[in-house]
């Protein structure tokens, strides 16, 4: 179970960071899973932002690189989304999805809210 936080309303140039817990996974499937960040904003497909995989690699969607940083804390069974100078195109639901890289297997957070104002 994916449990994903830290969404708000920010302005325009503001940060905020976003967790997801990996409530139910053992630490040793924890350290099997490949985790990334996905937004839908009103009236538009769901897209990736960031991810992460075992090996701590990170990749990130032209409109957020440079801006958004992923890392994990395999310890604490978390994955964080750092999102610094957001503009208000950045607005949408933000999810977390976990895929086993043994199984393929994968699993979506409930959302969390981030609102960007102008």
């Known amino acids: 179970q994916l449990q994903a936080s830290g969404g708000g309303l920010v302005q325009a140039g503001g940060s905020l960071r976003l967790s997801c817990v990996v409530s139910?996974?053992?630490?040793?499937?924890?350290?099997?899973?490949?985790i990334s960040w996905h937004r839908q904003a009103p009236g538009k497909q769901r897209e990736q932002v960031a991810s992460i995989d075992t090996d701590r690699r990170t990749m990130y969607a032209d409109s957020v690189k440079d801006r958004f940083i992923i890392s994990r804390d395999n310890s604490k069974k978390t994955v964080f989304l750092r999102m610094n100078n957001l503009e208000p195109e950045d607005t949408a639901v933000y999810f977390c999805?976990?895929?086993?890289?043994?199984?393929?297997?994968?699993?979506w957070g409930q959302g969390t809210l981030v609102t960007v104002s102008s």
């Open positions: 139910r996974a053992i630490l040793s499937v924890f350290n099997t899973l490949d």
């Open positions: 999805n976990a895929r086993s890289i043994n199984t393929g297997a994968d699993s």
